[in-house]
């Protein structure tokens, strides 16, 4: 069966079961892998996506058939990938998910010991190559597929992060989404103080209740509204395999993930102080400002898991946010967990006093955009025409795309990392800053082709 190669992304595999996802095709991409990375033993996770089992079978068929032992943690988030890759000596480990997309995507995220993402730029894109050579001889020797359930063990580890005794009972609204955060937020939760009310927690592929994708407005209206009907302190919801979570307050009101960022900068800084921390360059400015307060020493790095995982690790900073809901530790592998944002937050809130809103008023004081994106036929040369085009700005850098800096606002240009987009991102120092400048960029970008999705 031929591979669409346009499945192979930046930092994952992705695509639509079963005309570009299925298991036929992950056969071929799995020799592929094995092909490039001679692996002796692998583990493998998937979450509740209703195709998840025929490419679960598919890969561990080719697997075994190639004498490679299968350790298997089942249906699972992909934090415990992440888990399993920085605790146990496979040389893989597998995660069938498409995180926040609807239900007719499914993909596959690889991690090598670590963990170590496997991206466009260690490997993935010589996976896509190496299908031209067709599947490897069958080994003489079957492997062996072994259950595996570390449930136990990553709650453990997650625990230890936090302080467990300061929880207080708060009033706390979890919305899985009917993703995987149905299985882990009850198991990590369990024995804690919190007064805990749960919406979507079954595990259903299908999303009968809405996708879980935090990100678009609409899919947080039930939780909003529960939060309100209760009082609730605050509200959780995370994406589809729960390594990302967003906030809600208990106004009701999404947290941006830059607020996010500010609030637990502030948190780890006044626990240890001096530490580095990392920020994407979408983050807003109140983040290198709450990091310069607090004392501790800000980097700004390019978007995205992979980037943020290396340069973790070469700097040993000690969290990492991005304004996308993924929030990093380097206690955690250098890696993100949305159970334990979730955790730390509410360890925040019980040694504060203070409502989840009067410490979002006092973080939230740039108005934003949000991200508004465009299908541009030519996005290096819409990106180089707004290099250009800002010849009086005080600053201009390339962390990632182009920000270009003014005294009263700044913006972002960049390329989609997982779609063919490009992404505006502009924050301003008042309402009707942001209203002009983003209506100008609009209209710049506009007139260089792009059309506005």
Same mark, same amino acid.
């Given at each position: #069966?031929?591979?669409? *190669?346009?499945?192979?992304?930046?930092?994952?595999?992705?695509?639509?079961?079963?005309?570009?996802?299925?298991?036929?095709?992950?056969?071929?991409?799995?020799?592929?892998?094995? %092909?490039?990375?001679? *692996?002796?033993?692998?583990?493998?996770?998937?979450?509740?996506?209703?195709?998840?089992?025929?490419?679960?079978?598919?890969?561990?068929?080719?697997?075994?058939?190639?004498?490679?032992?299968?350790?298997?943690?089942?249906?699972?988030?992909?934090?415990?990938?992440?888990?399993?890759?920085?605790?146990?000596?496979?040389?893989?480990?597998?995660?069938?998910?498409?995180?926040?997309?609807? *239900?007719?995507?499914?993909?596959?995220?690889?991690?090598?010991?670590?963990?170590?993402?496997?991206?466009?730029?260690?490997?993935?894109?010589?996976? %896509?190559?190496?299908?031209?050579?067709?599947?490897?001889?069958?080994?003489?020797?079957?492997?062996?597929?072994?259950?595996?359930?570390?449930?136990?063990?990553?709650?453990?580890?997650? =625990?230890?992060?936090?302080?467990?005794?300061?929880?207080?009972?708060?009033?706390?609204?979890?919305?899985?989404?009917?993703?995987?955060?149905?299985?882990?937020?009850?198991?990590?939760?369990?024995?804690?103080?919190?007064?805990?009310?749960?919406?979507? #927690? =079954?595990?259903?592929?299908?999303?009968?209740?809405?996708?879980?994708? *935090?990100?678009?407005?609409?899919?947080?209206?039930?939780?909003?509204?529960?939060?309100?009907?209760?009082?609730?302190?605050?509200?959780?919801?995370?994406?589809?395999?729960?390594?990302?979570?967003?906030?809600?307050?208990?106004?009701?009101? #999404?947290?941006?993930?830059?607020?996010?960022?500010?609030?637990?900068?502030?948190?780890?800084?006044?626990?240890?102080?001096?530490?580095?921390?990392?920020?994407?360059?979408?983050?807003?400015?109140?983040?290198?400002?709450?990091?310069?307060?607090?004392?501790?020493?800000?980097?700004?790095?390019?978007?995205?898991?992979?980037?943020?995982?290396?340069?973790?690790?070469?700097?040993?900073?000690?969290?990492?946010?991005?304004?996308?809901?993924?929030?990093?530790?380097?206690?955690?592998?250098?890696?993100?967990?949305?159970?334990?944002?979730?955790?730390?937050?509410?360890?925040?809130?019980?040694?504060?006093?203070?409502?989840?809103?009067?410490?979002?008023?006092?973080?939230?004081?740039?108005?934003?955009?949000?991200?508004?994106?465009?299908?541009?036929?030519?996005?290096?040369?819409?990106?180089?025409?707004?290099?250009?085009?800002?010849?009086?700005?005080?600053?201009?850098?390339?962390?990632?795309?182009?920000?270009?800096?003014?005294?009263?606002?700044?913006?972002?240009?960049?390329?989609?990392?997982?779609?063919?987009?490009?992404?505006?991102?502009?924050?301003?120092?008042?309402?009707?800053?942001?209203?002009?400048? =983003?209506?100008?960029?609009?209209?710049?970008?506009?007139?260089?082709?792009?059309?506005?999705?």
């Amino acid at each position: #069966m031929a591979v669409d *190669p346009s499945i192979f992304k930046d930092y994952d595999i992705r695509g639509t079961y079963p005309d570009k996802i299925n298991g036929p095709v992950f056969a071929e991409i799995t020799h592929a892998i094995v %092909r490039k990375f001679q *692996p002796k033993a692998v583990a493998i996770c998937r979450d509740m996506r209703l195709s998840g089992g025929e490419i679960r079978d598919a890969i561990v068929g080719v697997l075994t058939s190639l004498g490679i032992d299968v350790f298997d943690a089942g249906l699972n988030g992909t934090e415990m990938q992440y888990f399993i890759a920085g605790t146990k000596p496979y040389d893989l480990v597998f995660m069938i998910s498409a995180s926040h997309n609807p *239900p007719e995507y499914n993909g596959l995220k690889l991690v090598k010991k670590g963990p170590i993402a496997v991206t466009s730029d260690s490997g993935m894109y010589e996976v %896509r190559d190496l299908i031209a050579l067709g599947p490897l001889p069958a080994s003489q020797t079957q492997g062996k597929v072994t259950s595996i359930d570390l449930m136990g063990e990553w709650k453990a580890k997650i =625990s230890s992060l936090i302080d467990i005794g300061g929880f207080k009972p708060l009033s706390v609204v979890v919305d899985a989404g009917n993703g995987m955060a149905g299985k882990l937020v009850p198991y990590a939760f369990n024995g804690l103080p919190f007064r805990l009310t749960t919406m979507y #927690m =079954s595990l259903d592929g299908s999303f009968p209740n809405h996708v879980p994708n *935090p990100l678009i407005e609409s899919n947080t209206a039930d939780l909003k509204k529960k939060i309100l009907e209760i009082g609730a302190d605050v509200g959780l919801t995370f994406d589809g395999d729960a390594d990302r979570v967003f906030l809600v307050d208990d106004k009701g009101r #999404m947290v941006s993930g830059t607020v996010t960022t500010a609030l637990l900068a502030r948190y780890i800084l006044q626990k240890h102080p001096g530490e580095l921390i990392l920020y994407n360059a979408i983050c807003g400015r109140i983040v290198p400002q709450i990091i310069e307060k607090y004392g501790g020493r800000s980097k700004r790095v390019r978007v995205g898991h992979s980037y943020i995982k290396t340069y973790m690790r070469e700097t040993n900073a000690i969290f990492a946010g991005e304004h996308s809901g993924h929030y990093y530790f380097r206690e955690f592998f250098a890696a993100e967990s949305g159970v334990l944002t979730a955790l730390m937050v509410l360890s925040l809130l019980s040694g504060e006093g203070r409502k989840l809103s009067q410490l979002v008023d006092e973080l939230d004081v740039y108005p934003a955009s949000g991200e508004i994106n465009f299908v541009v036929s030519d996005i290096p040369a819409a990106i180089a025409a707004i290099k250009t085009g800002f010849p009086y700005a005080i600053a201009l850098d390339e962390v990632d795309g182009i920000s270009v800096w003014y005294k009263e606002y700044w913006f972002n240009v960049r390329a989609s990392k997982t779609e063919p987009l490009l992404r505006l991102n502009v924050e301003a120092d008042n309402k009707e800053i942001l209203e002009a400048k =983003s209506k100008e960029l609009v209209a710049k970008i506009e007139s260089l082709g792009g059309k506005r999705k």
